[in-house]
């Protein structure tokens, strides 16, 4: 079992780490055209998750359950998972596989246990009833339906802050493409 300040320092180097690590990344990989293409068909998946994720979500105010939330509680967690997986396709190099797997094994069950314990402290009854309907991290095919219908809010989307993903995705393509072109 993991202390909490273990927990606590590990969850603050989470950022800095995959800093270093795209840093790291952009210097491993060796892309073709066709992983480019692939890994860049693959991350904008993620990003449409982490958008559809971000105009449902309100943060510590309400336990959310519409939109990607049907199918799992960690849906902007699993869309890191699919952005990683992305980069690893993009990067085509086995080092840069091992560097993933290494970082999202090291920060994100942490995280994700760490997200958990949070929301059964806000809502615990509300969080019970959907945790028993719900997975955790992986989706179910088959939505858990809510009591109401809310619809995706790009006032949310703005809330959030989501855009900055975008703009460190549309980032990272480009730099993994000038590498592509330039060696």
């Not at 449902?56 to 890191?80: C, D, M, W």
């Not at 396709?89 to 797997?101: C, D, H, K, R, Y």
């Amino acid at each position: 079992m993991l202390n909490s300040s273990f927990m606590k320092r590990i969850h603050r180097w989470r950022s800095k780490a995959g800093f270093i690590g795209l840093i790291l990344v952009l210097i491993l990989s060796k892309p073709s055209l066709v992983s480019f293409v692939l890994g860049l068909g693959i991350c904008l998946l993620g990003l449409l998750i982490r958008t559809w994720a971000s105009g449902h979500i309100i943060k510590e105010k309400k336990l959310v359950v519409s939109g990607p939330y049907q199918y799992t509680r960690n849906p902007l967690y699993f869309a890191n998972l699919i952005i990683g997986i992305s980069v690893v396709v993009g990067s085509l190099s086995w080092f840069v596989l091992i560097i993933f797997v290494v970082y999202f094994l090291l920060f994100y069950p942490p995280a994700v246990k760490k997200e958990k314990t949070k929301m059964k402290n806000l809502f615990f009854k509300e969080y019970e009833e959907y945790e028993s309907k719900v997975p955790l991290f992986l989706p179910s095919l088959k939505p858990h339906r809510p009591p109401e219908k809310k619809q995706f809010s790009w006032g949310l989307y703005k809330k959030n802050k989501e855009y900055r993903a975008i703009l460190g995705g549309v980032l990272f393509w480009m730099l993994l493409a000038g590498k592509m072109i330039i060696f």
